[in-house]
Nanobody
């Protein structure tokens, strides 16, 4: 089965860049049909879609985060990554990488999530 695993620092200082990597096993990020995405959940709030990258490398971003967000991939490692610049404490959240099959029913595979705290 497909598995996704987030990795990266759990603590980031304000104004710095948050960087996370999602390692995918059991499926290729270059396979057509799927979008590989990042979502997050701040404490006490709902899930927020941040953006994603398609199998051909094209990206899409949430309008509210577009100016600060970059999603890229390393196909040789079957990984895709998130960079969120100029972070503030409001960016503190559990961050998830997910696979989006383009279904009405939503994401079919999730990483376990990783806590990222923005604090000095």
């Amino acid at each position: 089965q497909v598995q996704l695993q987030e990795s990266g620092p759990g603590l980031v200082k304000p104004s710095q860049t948050l960087s996370l990597t999602c390692t995918v096993s059991g499926g290729s990020i270059t396979t057509t049909y799927y979008t590989w995405s990042w979502i997050r959940q701040p404490p006490g709030k709902g899930l927020e879609w941040m953006g994603g990258i398609d199998s051909d490398g094209s990206t899409s971003y949430s309008p509210s985060l577009k100016s600060r967000t970059s999603i890229s991939r390393d196909t040789s490692k079957n990984q895709f990554s998130l960079q969120l610049s100029s972070v503030t404490p409001e960016d503190t959240a559990v961050y998830y990488c997910v696979r989006d099959p383009g279904s009405y029913y939503g994401y079919d595979y999730w990483g376990q999530g990783t806590q990222v705290t923005v604090s000095s």
